[in-house]
């Protein structure tokens, strides 16, 4: 297998970005800022001889993707398993966490919540409907294992969202960075492991 070339990215900025809002899987599209980041990503990416850009299929990835596509002139394939983790009943909230039980609010019927720190840093933890952040790593790091041993392209992108991009980079020793909108590392895959 010859060695494959993965940049990663992620999406611009949505207006839930703006204000803090958990989207997960809500299908929210990038605001005016994200069309200018999406824009600007697209710009450092034109003499990266990317051959395909595999792409989470929620808009704001897939709006990111289209803009970069257009601007390299390449293709875009959508792939579910780079979607964002499944934040289930947190999904549209405004979620704090504290470790002062007097601060609670789990009334879903509100726009901000104030959760248990223990739960929300908890891997295995699942909100109802959703997933744990522990199965969207793994869900992630096949889909990326899958995509690059199966993509007939040398040089390829993902366009995905915070929680696969961390998941992804993990393969390659993690990273202590806060991922920004639209930010993009590159990565090399030599048929066996992921490396920076």
């Given at each position: 297998?010859?060695?494959?070339?993965?940049?990663?990215?992620?999406?611009?900025?949505?207006?839930?970005?703006?204000?803090?809002?958990?989207?997960?899987?809500?299908?929210?599209?990038?605001?005016?800022?994200?069309?200018?980041?999406?824009?600007?990503?697209?710009?450092?990416?034109?003499?990266?001889?990317?051959q395909a850009i595999y792409t989470s299929p929620l808009q704001r990835a897939m709006q990111t993707a289209q803009q970069?596509?257009?601007?390299?002139?390449?293709?875009?394939?959508?792939?579910?398993?780079?979607?964002?983790?499944?934040?289930?009943?947190?999904?549209?909230?405004?979620?704090?966490e504290s470790d002062n039980p007097d601060e609670y609010q789990m009334d879903y019927e509100q726009l901000q919540l104030?959760?248990?720190?223990?739960?929300?840093?908890?891997?295995?933890?699942?909100?109802?409907?959703?997933?744990?952040?522990?199965?969207?790593?793994?869900?992630?790091?096949?889909?990326?294992?899958?995509?690059?041993?199966?993509?007939?392209?040398?040089?390829?992108?993902?366009?995905?969202?915070?929680?696969?991009?961390?998941?992804?980079?993990?393969?390659?020793?993690?990273?202590?960075?806060?991922?920004?909108?639209?930010?993009?590392?590159?990565?090399?895959?030599?048929?066996?492991?992921?490396?920076?």
């Amino acid at each position: 297998m010859t060695v494959k070339t993965i940049y990663v990215f992620r999406h611009g900025q949505t207006d839930y970005n703006a204000t803090r809002r958990a989207m997960g899987q809500m299908d929210i599209p990038l605001n005016e800022t994200g069309l200018n980041q999406a824009s600007e990503l697209a710009q450092k990416m034109v003499n990266m001889n990317i051959q395909a850009i595999y792409t989470s299929p929620l808009q704001r990835a897939m709006q990111t993707a289209q803009q970069v596509a257009n601007k390299i002139n390449t293709n875009i394939i959508s792939n579910s398993g780079l979607m964002e983790r499944n934040l289930g009943v947190l999904q549209g909230h405004i979620v704090r966490e504290s470790d002062n039980p007097d601060e609670y609010q789990m009334d879903y019927e509100q726009l901000q919540l104030c959760m248990p720190a223990k739960l929300l840093g908890n891997n295995d933890w699942k909100p109802d409907g959703g997933e744990s952040r522990n199965e969207c790593l793994r869900r992630a790091q096949k889909t990326i294992k899958d995509i690059v041993k199966k993509t007939p392209y040398d040089t390829i992108a993902i366009s995905t969202h915070t929680g696969p991009m961390l998941a992804i980079l993990d393969l390659a020793g993690g990273t202590d960075k806060r991922i920004g909108n639209c930010d993009y590392v590159k990565l090399i895959f030599d048929g066996k492991k992921f490396s920076k």
